[in-house]
């Protein structure tokens, strides 16, 4: 069973431009998440979709949205990009389940410029 | 606020040698974790759960232990290999459909 897979793997960017990452969740899984990881804040908590609804959110700005189609895909956009959006980006699907595992895509590295 | 901490951030073993990796967590609502390995330049690789009804769970190679009175979570892994060489990272699922991480502890196996 293929795995989360993610695009684009790398993105340059400058400041103030926005950008969408994708996320394709392993067949079957209907909730996907999405998480920002830095070297100072380790793996921080975006928002979370299950059946194109979000279920809940983390604490980031509104630039930060997302969203998930019918066939569970979901992607991320960030707005009005800032130097500090740089990170590596990390979508993760399940079943959907509170306490089920929980599987990651290889990520998207991010860098504003 | 709601946090995931690990006591050591590096750690270093011998091959061949055991592997403890601790975490401490901080909502007792929590009642399911899960350890995660990352190599450099992947996502995080799931190696392990456990659900807070236990207090061990045995995998291959690994082993997880609960203890929810002192809420702290640890990673066993025998007889490491070089290839265990990473970053684990413990999460924890307080409900409402998220992770919370700890910061990780990059793990080096000595030759």
């Known amino acids: 069973k293929a795995g989360v897979t993610q695009t684009p793997r790398y993105l340059i960017k400058t400041r103030g431009q926005q950008v969408t990452l994708s996320c394709s969740p392993i067949?079957?899984?209907?909730?996907v998440s999405w998480y920002q990881q830095t070297p100072g804040q380790g793996l921080q908590f975006l928002f979370e979709y299950f059946s194109e609804t979000q279920r809940n959110k983390g604490n980031f700005p509104g630039r930060f949205s997302g969203r998930q189609f019918s066939n569970s895909r979901s992607e991320m956009n960030v707005s009005t990009l800032e130097l500090g959006d740089s990170a590596l980006y990390l979508c993760a699907s399940s079943l959907g389940s509170s306490g089920t595992e929980q599987f990651f895509g290889p990520g998207t590295r991010l860098t504003v410029l | 606020g709601e946090s995931v901490g690990l006591h050591l951030p590096t750690l270093s073993v011998q091959e061949g040698d055991n592997s403890i990796i601790n975490c401490a967590y901080s909502?007792?609502?929590?009642?399911?974790f899960i350890w995660y390995k990352q190599e450099s330049g992947k996502g995080p690789q799931f190696i392990i759960d456990?659900?807070?009804?236990?207090d061990k769970r045995q995998g291959q190679r690994v082993t997880v232990l609960l203890n929810k009175t002192v809420k702290h979570l640890s990673l066993q892994i025998a007889a490491t290999q070089p290839g265990d060489s990473a970053v684990y990272f413990c999460?924890?699922?307080?409900?409402?459909?998220?992770?919370?991480f700890g910061t990780g502890t990059r793990l080096k196996v000595l030759a």
């Open positions: 456990i659900r807070s009804n236990m």
């Open positions: 999460a924890e699922n307080p409900g409402a459909y998220k992770y919370i």
């Open positions: 909502n007792s609502a929590s009642d399911y």
């Open positions: 067949s079957g899984h209907r909730s």
